[in-house]
Each structure stands twice: as structure tokens, then as C-alpha cells.
């Protein structure tokens, strides 16, 4: 869950198999540590999760979500719902659009 208290009381909680994921950002750097300035790119389709929804229901059974919280994952480009709140990036996003777990 995404929670903010005093000054807006703000939770997030996915639905069924939806996942939160804080966007991250990656700086580029030179070989010498140069913070090369932004540029127009893509986004690199890389999240950590933070909040797990219960996961989807089929036939009457839940499936759970095979995700936990603090995961770095790779995501679809282009997916999900995103969502700024304090100055952050999250995403919502299905668990099928997700692709793989960094470790």
C-alpha cells in the first residue's frame, strides 16, 4: 500500500491482479561519472513494486499475483495507468504485463 499521513491521507491498494510499481528513473553517466543531461527516449520499462493485489479470480479460485513487495521488474512499454503523488511516478499496472523480475 502507498500511504501518506498528515497533510492528505492517501491509500493505494490494488484490485484483483494489479500491481503498483514506483517508476524508476536511470541516469546516465560517462565512463570519467558525467551525469549526461535528459534527452528525449524511452523509458526503460523498469519498476519496483510496491503494493501486490490479490490476484485474479478464475472458476471460482483466486490465482495469486507471483510478485512481492521491493521486487525490481522489467514491464511492457506503453502499459498501465500512472499515477504522481509526492513528487513520484507509480504505475498501475496488470501482473500480465510485467516480464520479468531483475535479481
Do not use: F
Not at 15 to 20: A, I
Not at 25 to 51: D, H, M, N, W, Y
Not at 59 to 66: L, Q, T
Amino acid at each position: 500500500y502507498i500511504r501518506v499521513l498528515k497533510g492528505g491521507i492517501y491509500m493505494l491498494k490494488p484490485l484483483r491482479d494489479y500491481v503498483v510499481l514506483e517508476k524508476a528513473k536511470e541516469e546516465e553517466k560517462t565512463k570519467s561519472g558525467i551525469i549526461l543531461t535528459e534527452q528525449p527516449k524511452e523509458e526503460p520499462g523498469k519498476g519496483i513494486v510496491v503494493a501486490v493485489g490479490p490476484g485474479k479470480t478464475e472458476n471460482g479460485a483466486v490465482i495469486p499475483v507471483e510478485l512481492k513487495v521491493g521486487q525490481k521488474v522489467v514491464y511492457k512499454k506503453y502499459s498501465g495507468t500512472e499515477i504522481k503523488e509526492n513528487q513520484k511516478e507509480y504505475l498501475l499496472i496488470e501482473a500480465e504485463n510485467i516480464l520479468a523480475i531483475v535479481e
